[in-house]
């Protein structure tokens, strides 16, 4: 009998062992990953569309387009697309990005046949009603006009504005006159131009009946690449911008500025950072801004990596009257990133904990599929986890100080508060 009064003995391990994906291209040209693992007969499909917001050439378009794939075909209505999902213990989502949109079907293996049937009519055959566009508009709307009375979504926005630029698809916030000026005719244009260029990704216990069945079904949606895009990124004026709010007692800040992509010889390195910086509830910031003075209840740095550009940024909610001593603290923690050397007990226990923590995000076939979508995006050798693991455990102090004054300059941080 197991003595529950003795904790178990600490054991360290550096392996990040990926399902090993088998990789085809479909007749129709598509790329597709099959991810089989678990001992659930549950299957996820997955479609990775090339129709993100970069692609857009009418605001919005994007995001509507995506949502109205699931609001009725010409035999079937929004509702009766939900009961059937409902009927089947099916779940099917939807999730419009920056750079892609991602569709996806969680299903039992015994009903995969009728529940992917469906999702390929609605690839298909989605009406993009005029009824459905109103009732989109008016949620989105609704929501936008709540958003917009919190300090952290517009600190957010400007942020973006001011890294990016305002009319940059990373830097763009949709506006309520964009939102009523958008057509159907905008919306299914966007769709019919971008939503036939797909990678298919697949996971969970997949037998060989499974494995046919959709690769028959998805084979039969026309496939039609879409040619990449470039757009430059605007020039901020100023890096420093405060806003105020009416009767607000609070300020958003958010701090950041351009960061380097996945590919970069340097990114565990700045990854791992920011870990250090504000990445877990241990970082300096928390232990800082939080823990010792008291300014705000969470404080964060995290490091976003997108397909065309990648930034860090740093957030927090405070008191007006903290605003500019909180900005002075972050600000001492970037230089000390800079200038003093990171102590060796507060190293192990930050690489400890980041090593854990990824370890800990594939439990499940699910999970393997999002690391491996990764892999493929963001065009990084098929062992980068793996590889960023090593680069972590053996990173030295003198590394981080060196990679700290060249990536983590307080004077080189766009900051903003609104509030």
Partial sequence: MIDRSIAPAFTRSIDFQLIQPE????????????VSGGTQSVIRVELILKAGRWFESTWGASYFSSQLLSKGTSKKSSFEIAQLFDQYGAHFEISPGLDVVSISLYTLAKNLSPTLSLVRELLEDSVFSEKEIAQ??????????VNNEKTSFQASKLFRKKLFGENHPYGKELEAEEVQALTRDQLAEHYTTFGKDFTILVSGKIDTISRQNIIDELSALPFV????????TGTPDT???????????????????????????DYASVLFLNHILGGYFGSRLMKNIREEKGLSYGIYSSLHTLQQDNYTVIGA??????????FEEIRKELKRLRTE?????????ARNHFIGSLQAEITTPFAHADKIK???????????????????????????????AQYFSEDKFIEVAVG
């Fill in 136 to 145: 989109l508009k008016t949620i989105y709307l609704q929501n936008l006009k």
């Fill in 317 to 326: 909610d405070v008191n007006n009257e903290n605003l500019d001593l909180t």
């Fill in 374 to 404: 990764n892999i493929y995006l963001f065009g990084v050798q098929k062992d980068y986890y793996q590889n960023l693991i090593n680069s972590i455990d053996s990173i030295q102090r003198e590394e981080l100080i060196a990679i700290a």
């Fill in 23 to 34: 990789e085809l291209v479909l007749p129709n040209g598509a790329k597709a990953f099959f």
């Fill in 225 to 232: 690449a879409v040619a990449d895009k470039e757009i430059k």
């Fill in 239 to 265: 890096l420093h911008e405060r806003i105020g709010k009416k009767g607000s007692v609070q300020s958003s800040i958010r701090m950041g500025t351009k960061a380097i992509a996945r590919a970069h010889a």
């Fill in 341 to 349: 050397l990171i102590d060796e007990e507060e190293l192990e226990i």
